[in-house]
């Protein structure tokens, strides 16, 4: 996951020299930039996921005391 | 909803002018919204999937009736509807920041919500996000589209621009510069956060993703056609908003400075028995007048707020400084507080009208709807550190309601004399008796008292 960042970072900021761009439209370059982080929030998002369900899985399985099963 | 159209117009005015999917229009006093043809299908998705149940249930969505009026635009109009009303409409920059961060987690929650019955949201605007009943709302009806597999989100950026660029400036560098908000209408360019931001953001994965690189993108990639055969599956679009989620979650800020520890200053002008009088002349001042909507001036950190809401009125709470108004909210939001609506707000220079002809954000004096006006320990900031001279307060006062209710603090009062340590006293007019004969001119004076214990006098006033 670092290095996927590290790597959209390096692509982005390996931009063009700055040129004028107070005329351009933000809006594309938003676009572009959720195209190129997706891999890595939907990736993120799936290990998040699936991580939470382990921790609860194995919270459940540890929280289980002798008081539970008597009830 | 009232509050964003200045009169009677059957034509779309206010800020609901630029969305092809219909508009706000008023009709004797009430607050309609046109639905075209070209919103249909999102419409009757919205409705018919279970979406607009389920965020009102929620109470994130402005419940509203479909209506039989006629409409402005009959050529293009596809249904009328008619909005809950609400009590006052406030601007981002009005907003403290638990209150903006509390609107970006509604937006985002919205958007989940939405995109579990198919749909997305198409504008993630911070003036859309009112406070009603003490939570954030969504006021729009028409933000949602139908949800087009592999679509990016086409809000992401004015998500970052509304919420994630004005938290993060006030979370890392200083809460003052929430007032960009004025000035950029639709949200904070994401490259001038970013230039704004310490440098130690760059440390931060979430701002390094959603502020400096999504900027430095929007730079690199101005003007580029995205590649067609490129998409943001759901699994992705979730990831993104997840991410925003946790970036929001992670911003924190904590009032702090010089000034803090003066809070309770006004407090301490009275004694117990002071303090106890001048709250119960307030309260039957108020109930002598029985207002629906209170505006309380220089409200602090609300002590005169509640016991005006006590009296079954709507409090909007004003006060200047930010950390007061962030207090006010955490202990609005703390104690479930429905009727009371914290809100920066700097009298010596009130949100002005902003944006396309000057219409699509109203300045305070035309948001003025308030039954009575609480101005009470406020003369003396407004009159000897603002040099506003008393007959200049009272035609402003009078702009804003048909009572008020006014402390006068005299010259000899302790805090009085603090703001005179440090500059001439050129203020001969400040005296009880000249503060009379300018109230005078503008209001019937009906009742006054001086505070037990203290030379503070307290009136009830009713606009000529």
């Not at chain 2, 117009?9 to 046109?34: H, M, V």
């Not at chain 2, 596809?78 to 987690?105: M, R, V």
């Not at chain 2, 599956?233 to 803090?260: F, H, M, V, Y």
């Not at chain 2, 005179?420 to 009379?436: G, H, N, P």
Request: charged share 20%; hydrophobic share 40%; with cysteine.
């Amino acid at each position: 996951m670092f290095i996927k960042f590290l790597f959209i970072a390096t692509q982005i900021l390996s931009a063009s020299p700055d040129k004028n761009t107070a005329y351009l439209d933000p809006g594309s370059g938003s676009f572009i930039f959720q195209l190129i982080i997706a891999s890595l929030v939907g990736g993120a998002f799936i290990v998040k996921t699936y991580w939470k369900r382990i921790t609860a899985y194995f919270q459940k399985f540890f929280s289980k005391n002798p008081k539970d099963g008597e009830e | 909803m009232t509050l964003e159209i200045r009169q009677d117009s059957t034509l779309p005015l206010g800020a609901s002018f630029r969305d092809p999917s219909g508009f706000i229009f008023k009709l004797e006093n009430r607050i309609y919204r046109q639905i075209n043809h070209s919103y249909q299908n999102d419409y009757l998705h919205l409705i018919e999937s279970g979406l607009y149940a389920k965020l009102v249930e929620e109470q994130l969505l402005i419940p509203h009736q479909e209506v039989l009026v006629k409409a402005p635009r009959p050529d293009l109009a596809y249904k009328i509807i008619e909005p809950d009303l609400l009590n006052f409409i406030a601007y981002p920059y009005e907003i403290c920041f638990s209150q903006l961060k509390d609107s970006a987690l509604a937006t985002l929650k919205i958007q989940k919500l939405a995109l579990d019955y198919g749909m997305s949201l198409k504008d993630s605007s911070a003036y859309n996000i009112q406070f009603h009943h003490g939570k954030p709302l969504l006021i729009d009806t028409l933000s949602f589209e139908r949800y087009q597999d592999g679509k990016p989100w086409v809000a992401y950026r004015q998500f970052c621009q509304h919420f994630l660029a004005p938290l993060s400036l006030i979370a890392y560098q200083d809460s003052r510069l929430a007032i960009l908000q004025a000035n950029f209408i639709d949200g904070i360019p994401l490259d001038f956060a970013s230039r704004l931001l310490p440098l130690r953001t760059r440390l931060t994965p979430s701002l390094m993703l959603h502020i400096h690189l999504h900027a430095a993108s929007q730079k690199k990639y101005a003007n580029t056609k995205p590649a067609s055969n490129r998409s943001v599956n759901q699994t992705a679009l979730r990831g993104l908003i997840d991410s925003l989620e946790a970036s929001t979650n992670k911003l924190k800020w904590s009032p702090s400075g010089p000034g803090w520890a003066a809070y309770y200053e006004e407090e301490h002008s009275y004694t117990i028995a002071g303090l106890e009088h001048k709250q119960r002349l307030v309260k039957e001042y108020l109930s002598q007048i029985n207002p629906q909507i209170v505006w309380d001036l220089g409200a602090n950190t609300g002590m005169f707020s509640r016991i005006a809401s006590d009296s079954g009125a709507f409090i909007v709470a004003f006060d200047f400084d930010p950390a007061a108004v962030e207090l006010n909210y955490l202990d609005v939001r703390k104690h479930q507080e429905l009727k009371i609506l914290p809100l920066i707000q700097n009298l010596t220079n009130p949100s002005p009208a902003i944006g396309w002809q000057n219409q699509e954000r109203l300045s305070l004096i035309e948001r003025a709807n308030a039954d009575a006006i609480l101005a009470l320990a406020l003369v003396h900031h407004l009159s000897i550190s603002n040099n506003v001279t008393l007959d200049n307060l009272a035609n402003f006062l009078q702009k804003l309601s048909s009572h008020l209710i006014i402390e006068f603090v005299p010259k000899s009062d302790p805090q009085v004399q603090r703001l005179l340590l440090v500059r001439e006293d050129i203020f001969s007019d400040y005296t009880q008796e000249q503060f009379e004969t300018a109230f005078n001119r503008n209001f019937i004076i009906h009742k006054s008292e001086t505070i037990q214990d203290s030379q503070r006098r307290i009136y009830l006033m009713e606009r000529r």
